[in-house]
């Protein structure tokens, strides 16, 4: 990619174009858009300032030079760094809801999105909600997609890095929920002070070693601290539930992503009973546990009974 192709003139030419080149490439699609046709198209609207609701006859307009230099550039940035689109563009959808993103945050792609558009139907009644905790929360797209679809909730974002939280705040911000929603540094529940919440939710970090250093290239573009979790992916896990108990309501549960590291939960843990959620969208790896369940295996997910 040295000199912009001349023959390319119109928006159709350049999705069609950034296509090609991205499979040309070997480009991975996992944060946002799942094939090249798609994040071409993404990228080239955004650089032009177009909606993505684009009538079908302006695919044929024109774009002047000034325009194709900017349309360039993104898609050589897109193909030689393996940077996501979403920090390129710096906008990632998350439960219908448009949020922020830079590279101090995971893209957003958690299922939990689906559960949070259903209310958390039928797991837990959505009237009793009232506090929320959103444990490692990056961007702050759970915690927020669940204040703005729970409106009577309050909502605690939660993460170690400072870097993430003034975006998660931007967010909170940007939705207007800044009064419901707040932003707490902290190391998981250190500096919450023995709150109670009916909801806890956590994507936390669950990446094992071996899979890690497997990832394609544009997940290693995303914080590591947001990734990493451990020789078997846990390590953050087992202290989220090992102190879940004394943070959770009477009647409180607490759902977490482990992703590809079910299998190692399973196996670490199998007198727990995790409920597994399923989602008509895809993705898997999330489990449910109410605050007895957890109470009841409090000393199995102490970290200190994990193998070395």
């Not at 922020?100 to 959505?126: C, G, H, T």
């Not at 202290?239 to 879940?244: E, K, S, T, V, Y």
């Not at 597994?276 to 957890?294: K, N, S």
Request: charged share 20%; with cysteine; proline share 6%.
């Amino acid at each position: 990619m040295s000199s912009i192709p001349e023959q390319l003139q119109t928006l159709r030419d350049w999705i069609r174009w950034g296509a090609s080149r991205f499979n040309e490439a070997g480009l991975f699609f996992g944060h946002g858009t799942d094939n090249a046709l798609d994040e071409a198209a993404d990228l080239v609207l955004y650089a032009l300032h177009l909606p993505h609701e684009l009538p079908a006859q302006y695919l044929d307009s024109r774009l002047s030079a000034e325009e194709r230099e900017a349309v360039y550039a993104l898609l050589r940035r897109r193909i030689e760094f393996r940077v996501p689109a979403a920090y390129l563009t710096h906008r990632a959808w998350f439960a219908g809801l448009e949020f922020y993103v830079d590279d101090n945050v995971l893209v957003p792609r958690s299922p939990m999105a689906e559960l949070i558009e259903s209310r958390f139907s039928p797991w837990v009644q959505s009237e009793q909600i009232e506090q929320v905790l959103d444990l490692c929360t990056g961007s702050g797209c759970i915690g927020i997609a669940a204040a703005m679809h729970l409106p009577h909730s309050a909502v605690d974002l939660v993460d170690i890095s400072e870097a993430a939280l003034s975006v998660a705040q931007r967010n909170a911000a940007d939705f207007g929920v800044q009064e419901r929603v707040r932003v707490i540094p902290s190391d998981l529940y250190d500096s919450l002070d023995g709150r109670r919440y009916d909801l806890i939710l956590s994507n936390p970090p669950y990446v094992g070693a071996e899979e890690l250093a497997a990832l394609p290239d544009e997940y290693h573009c995303e914080p590591a601290l947001g990734l990493a979790g451990g020789a078997d992916g846990l390590d953050l896990v087992r202290r989220i539930l090992h102190q879940a108990p004394k943070h959770l309501t009477p009647a409180g549960v607490i759902i977490v992503e482990v992703g590809n590291s079910a299998a190692a939960l399973i196996e670490a843990f199998p007198q727990v009973p995790f409920t597994w959620l399923e989602f008509e969208r895809g993705g898997e790896g999330v489990f449910l546990l109410t605050q007895e369940q957890v109470a009841e295996s409090h000393q199995v997910f102490n970290p200190e009974n994990a193998a070395p």
